[in-house]
T-cell receptor, first 114, second 114 residues
Framework: NAGVTQTPKFRILKIGQSMTLQCTQD?????MYWYRQDPGMGLKLIYY???????DKGEVPNGYNVSRSTTEDFPLRLELAAPSQTSVYFC?????????????FGQGTRLTVV | AQKVTQAQTEISVVEKEDVTLDCVYE???????LFWYKQPPSGELVFLIR??????QNEISGRYSWNFQKSTSSFNFTITASQVVDSAVYFC???????????FGKGTRLHILP
C-alpha cells in the first residue's frame, strides 16, 4: 500500500517563486491535512479538508492555498515564496474526523526558500 | 486555550533503561482526544495511541505504556527496557471534541544510546 505520497521530497525555491506541493492518498480517506514542521516547534496546521470540494484554514494559512477537486489529491500551493516558508511540510489523511481516528502521514517535503 | 506542552526537549538514556516522556495539555472542552505519534529518523509520523477523555485507564502495549490523569491534565508515555530503535521524536497531540484540528506539542527527541 502506498498510503500518503508527497512529492517532491526536497526543493529549493528562490524568494518570490511559486510551487505546488503534491499530496495523494490511496486509502479513500475523506479528511486530509497539511502541516508544517519548524525545528523545535512541533507541527502547525496550514489547511485541511473534510471532503472533495471542501477546504478550511488551519492555524497558519497565510501565504498558502489549497484545492480538493478529488478525494485522492490535496495539493498545497505556495505563491511568492518567502524565507519564512522554509520548513518541512507534511500531508496527512484520515478516514474519519481527527478526534475519532489516527492520521496517516506522508514522508514530508523539505522546502528551502533562499 | 487549547495547548499541548512537552517540557522535555531532548532526552538521552542508555539502552535497556526505562524512560518517561511527559505531556501536559490544556483544553476548555470536557470531551477531547489525546494522541501520541512517533517520528523516526525517516521522517514520517507514525500513530501510537489514541485516548478519549472518558477513558482514564492506563494502557500497555508491549514495552510501551501510557498514563492518563485528568486531575493533572497529563498523558505521559513510558518506554520500558528501551532499545536503540526507539530513538525518535515523539509528539503528544490533542483534538478537542468540537474540532477537526490536531494540536501538536513541540515534541521530545529521544536518544537511546547503545
Amino acid at each position: 500500500n502506498a498510503g500518503v505520497t508527497q512529492t517532491p521530497k526536497f526543493r529549493i525555491l528562490k524568494i518570490g517563486q511559486s510551487m505546488t506541493l503534491q499530496c495523494t492518498q490511496d486509502m479513500n480517506h475523506n479528511y486530509m491535512y497539511w502541516y508544517r514542521q519548524d525545528p523545535g516547534m512541533g507541527l502547525k496546521l496550514i489547511y485541511y479538508s473534510v471532503g472533495a470540494g471542501i477546504t478550511d484554514k488551519g492555524e497558519v494559512p497565510n501565504g498558502y492555498n489549497v484545492s480538493r477537486s478529488t478525494t485522492e489529491d490535496f495539493p498545497l500551493r505556495l505563491e511568492l515564496a518567502a524565507p519564512s516558508q522554509t520548513s518541512v511540510y507534511f500531508c496527512a489523511s484520515s478516514y474519519d474526523r481527527a478526534r475519532n481516528t489516527e492520521a496517516f502521514f506522508g514522508q514530508g517535503t523539505r522546502l528551502t526558500v533562499v | 486555550a487549547q495547548k499541548v506542552t512537552q517540557a522535555q526537549t531532548e532526552i538521552s538514556v542508555v539502552e535497556k533503561e526505562d524512560v518517561t516522556l511527559d505531556c501536559v495539555y490544556e483544553t476548555r472542552d470536557t470531551t477531547y482526544y489525546l494522541f501520541w505519534y512517533k517520528q523516526p529518523p525517516s521522517g514520517e509520523l507514525v500513530f501510537l495511541i489514541r485516548r478519549n477523555s472518558f477513558d482514564e485507564q492506563n494502557e500497555i502495549s508491549g514495552r510501551y505504556s501510557w498514563n492518563f490523569q485528568k486531575s493533572t491534565s497529563s498523558f505521559n508515555f513510558t518506554i520500558t527496557a528501551s532499545q536503540v530503535v526507539d530513538s525518535a521524536v515523539y509528539f503528544c497531540a490533542l483534538t478537542p471534541n468540537r474540532d477537526d484540528k490536531i494540536i501538536f506539542g513541540k515534541g521530545t527527541r529521544l536518544h537511546i544510546l547503545p
